[in-house]
């Protein structure tokens, strides 16, 4: 195979796991609640439903910058002190406004955890498949990560994400196909290159596809459970459906694209 080919990798969820982090501060966060405030509580099938409509609202915004899981646990909880206010007695309501302020604090650790790089790993079998992709001449490598710049700082140095890539690209929000022709200098390369989007979501893979033909898509599914990103539901109920597009392939596992044949695969109608 002589065409250069350009990879360029999700981060989250594709090469290290971090939607666990959220989801566990979600979870804390509701129990903290129901524990907190008991049987003044509306249903969790009420709550959960505007809790991600309150996150969807902010995103436009914030995006994946830090602070946006927070205040939008703050936002309900506010709403759910006015909702006390309406049936809770004087004297308890008053025990709730005493406990306020150390209440906040608490709901801004609880929404800031998903941004404890601490915590986080690699896939497993990801390092080493970068380190067998990066040793072979046909491939290039890069990064196109949706994440808070001024945390992925540190964040990469704790992972030691730069031995693997030859550029990095953080964006605050959703991708687009203009971030992945940045990322992959594709003006510049695309007469001698092919080009892959490699992620765990739907929206790490169909930005790309719409550059050209020149792209493809691998896609490894990993459940995600934010509401502005690929949440579908496959046969299996944690593993979401694969993308039905004859330039996208879906693997099982991080540890299968050294399997990839990658030269016939680029000969696949288009």
Not at 180 to 192: A, I, M, P, Q
């Amino acid at each position: 195979m002589d065409t250069n080919v350009i990879l360029v990798f999700d981060g989250d969820d594709t090469l290290w796991m971090n939607e666990w982090q959220y989801s566990k501060a979600r979870a804390e966060f509701l129990s903290f609640l129901y524990t907190e405030f008991g049987d003044l509580m509306p249903t969790i099938a009420l709550l959960m439903p505007r809790y991600f409509a309150i996150d969807h609202d902010l995103f436009p915004i914030w995006g994946i910058e830090r602070g946006r899981v927070s205040r939008a646990m703050q936002i309900v909880y506010h709403e759910l002190l006015e909702y006390f206010k309406e049936k809770a007695p004087p004297d308890r309501m008053a025990e709730i406004l005493e406990k306020q302020e150390n209440h906040e604090k608490q709901i801004f650790e609880l929404g800031d955890q998903p941004f404890d790089f601490y915590d986080m790993h690699w896939v497993e079998g990801a390092e080493e498949v970068l380190t067998e992709i990066k040793q072979d001449g046909r491939f290039t490598l890069r990064l196109l990560t949706s994440y808070d710049a001024k945390v992925w700082r540190e964040r990469s140095k704790y992972l030691g994400v730069d031995r693997f890539f030859d550029g990095i690209k953080t964006v605050p929000g959703r991708k687009t196909k203009h971030d992945f022709v940045d990322v992959s200098d594709y003006w510049r390369t695309l007469h001698k290159s092919r080009f892959y989007a490699i992620g765990n979501g739907e929206s790490d893979i169909r930005p790309a596809l719409e550059i050209s033909p020149l792209w493809r898509g691998i896609y490894i599914p990993h459940a995600s459970s934010s509401p502005v990103f690929n949440n579908k539901q496959g046969v299996e109920a944690y593993i979401p459906p694969p993308i039905e597009d004859e330039r996208v392939l879906t693997l099982r596992s991080i540890k299968d694209l050294t399997s990839v044949d990658f030269e016939s695969f680029l000969k696949a109608p288009r």
